[in-house]
């Protein structure tokens, strides 16, 4: 079984994936949907309608997106990234690459490693740890 092609244009962050999880099993307008979420209708029509998300269209042909169809449908398509410990991600060969020549560095709490793409060459960054001081606690 290989590796499904990684999709990274249309991701959202943690906040925005939490919404999914509150949309109702009812059609959204695209301005109702992107509003729930918290992402721009603009990212609807050019990102999610052309990977396919489920949708129809009423007797106006106006564009009807069910929220938990969606909500389902976000999860197939996005899947979570998962990483060995000696691995990091490149953006350009969208895929985990193996951490070449590691240089460590540390700035105030937080740890981190910079490395090079060995395929594309593409500078990359793996955060080790971002310890709180004792007062952010």
């Given at each position: 079984?290989?590796?499904p092609?990684?999709?990274?244009?249309?991701?959202?962050?943690?906040?925005q994936?939490n919404?999914?999880?509150?949309l109702?099993?009812?059609?959204y307008?695209?301005?109702e949907l992107?509003?729930?979420?918290?992402?721009?209708?603009?990212?609807?029509?050019?990102?999610?309608?052309?990977?396919?998300?489920?949708?129809?269209?009423?007797?106006?042909?106006?564009?009807?997106?069910?929220?938990?169809?969606?909500?389902?449908?976000?999860?197939?398509?996005?899947?979570?990234?998962?990483?060995?410990?000696?691995?990091?991600f490149?953006?350009?060969?969208?895929?985990?690459?193996?951490?070449?020549?590691p240089?460590?560095?540390?700035k105030?709490?937080?740890?981190?490693?910079?490395?090079?793409?060995?395929?594309?060459?593409?500078?990359?960054?793996?955060?080790?740890?971002?310890k709180?001081g004792?007062?952010?606690?």
């Amino acid at each position: 079984m290989g590796n499904p092609e990684i999709v990274l244009k249309g991701r959202l962050d943690g906040k925005q994936r939490n919404k999914l999880k509150s949309l109702f099993n009812m059609m959204y307008s695209p301005k109702e949907l992107s509003d729930e979420i918290g992402i721009k209708i603009d990212q609807i029509y050019t990102v999610y309608v052309p990977l396919g998300c489920p949708q129809k269209r009423d007797e106006r042909n106006h564009l009807l997106i069910n929220g938990k169809e969606f909500s389902k449908w976000y999860s197939e398509v996005y899947v979570k990234i998962h990483l060995m410990p000696n691995e990091t991600f490149c953006k350009t060969c969208k895929k985990g690459v193996a951490i070449q020549n590691p240089k460590e560095k540390k700035k105030g709490n937080l740890v981190y490693i910079l490395s090079t793409c060995p395929n594309c060459g593409r500078g990359l960054t793996k955060i080790l740890s971002a310890k709180r001081g004792e007062n952010d606690k």
